[in-house]
């Protein structure tokens, strides 16, 4: 069994062939996934989901490069955060990437999401691009202490950080693709008992889907590759990185 840890079924590249993903996933052994909220809107959407499928998840959470998207104040996300399917906060975190000139707005939407974990006890669903460091000052400063990083895209120095707060590691497609070198190397250094894996579909496909539309049944190939990279077998992957998501978001229930 495998669970998908990070995808956006809701996008409209996947909502159309819903029913299709679902029978993938269940030929490839995927037995959930936890779908991803980046805005109010899309909040309502993968709580749907959440409430039609008994083995989707959803997260409530405004996206970091979501500039224009209106707000959740603390006390929103945490009326949200009792709803049954909300098992996290997130994606929130800090992207370098898509936004510059004055973050203060982007700096103060991470806070109040770290603020609605700590208050709520939710995991943090951390997205982080070209902001590692900063990423994790915010994280300390404001003692956020349980969550994943998700789609691991940094390296050791950053992985090991990011364990000793406390935090999960969540590997996507990218640890599949060739020149994905510290991304390999940091998967390696991740102990078991905080390894995640996700698609972040419909983004990322991993090798041999490389390039194409992603979706969670994909995650199997994540997870292979990550066995080999360990040297551990596929079946051992998928119980521990199983067993840690219902570890992490122990909101959700089997
Ligand atoms: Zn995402």
Redesign the pocket.
């Known amino acids: 069994m495998l669970v998908d840890s990070?995808?956006?079924i809701n996008f409209p590249e996947l909502s159309d062939r819903l029913p299709q993903l679902l029978d993938d996933m269940r030929h490839h052994d995927v037995s959930y996934a936890l779908a991803?909220s980046?805005s109010r809107e899309t909040f309502d959407e993968v709580e749907n989901l959440a409430n039609t499928y008994p083995n989707i998840f959803c997260s409530v959470g405004i996206?970091p490069a979501e500039k224009d998207a209106a707000e959740f104040t603390v006390a929103e996300l945490l009326e949200r955060t009792s709803h049954k399917r909300v098992v996290a906060i997130g994606?929130t975190g800090l992207d370098y990437h898509w936004c510059e000139g004055d973050l203060s707005w982007q700096y103060q939407r991470f806070i109040t999401h770290i603020e609605a974990s700590r208050q709520s006890g939710l995991p943090l669903?951390i997205?982080t691009r070209k902001a590692g460091l900063d990423t994790l000052k915010f994280l300390r400063e404001h003692n956020a202490n349980c969550g994943v990083i998700?789609?691991f895209s940094e390296d050791v120095a950053f992985a090991r950080a990011a364990l000793d707060l406390g935090f999960y590691i969540s590997f996507s497609g990218i640890v599949t693709f060739k020149n994905a070198k510290s991304v390999q190397e940091a998967c390696c250094y991740v102990p078991n008992d905080r390894l995640l894996v996700e698609t972040?579909a419909p983004?990322l496909a991993p090798v041999p889907f490389r390039g194409q539309l992603n979706q969670p049944a994909y995650v199997k190939y994540t997870a292979q590759h990550v066995a080999t990279l360990r040297g551990q077998s596929f079946e051992e992957i998928a119980q521990i990185t199983t067993n840690n998501f219902f570890r992490l978001f122990n909101k959700a229930q089997r």
């Open positions: 990070h995808c956006h991803i980046v996206h994606e669903i997205h998700h789609c972040d983004y």
